[in-house]
C-alpha cells in the first residue's frame, strides 16, 4: 500500500511557499552609504503624527514673493 505522506502538487506549492515566508530575508549589500539611505527611506513608513505636523508647517508658511514682471518675461 502507499503511504499517505505525500502531497498533491498545490499542497507542495503552499508548503514551500510557507517555509519561503518564514526564511529570513537575505543580507542586502549598498555600494554607498546614500544608495543604503535611499532603500530605508522608500521602505520605511512615515508616522501619521509626523505627516500631520508637515502639513500644519507648510499651511502657515507665507506665500513665496512673486517676481517682477520683467524677470519672468527674461526669465531672470
Do not use: C, Y
Not at 530575508?25 to 546614500?34: C, G, I, K, S, W
Amino acid at each position: 500500500m502507499k503511504p499517505q505522506s505525500k502531497l498533491h502538487p498545490q499542497e507542495q506549492a503552499q508548503q514551500h511557499l510557507a517555509e519561503q515566508q518564514t526564511q529570513q530575508p537575505a543580507a542586502l549589500e549598498f555600494a554607498t552609504p546614500e544608495a543604503m539611505l535611499r532603500h530605508d527611506a522608500l521602505h520605511t513608513p512615515v508616522p501619521p503624527s509626523i505627516v500631520n505636523r508637515l502639513r500644519d508647517s507648510l499651511a502657515q508658511m507665507p506665500p513665496a514673493p512673486r517676481r517682477a514682471w520683467w524677470r519672468r518675461l527674461l526669465g531672470q
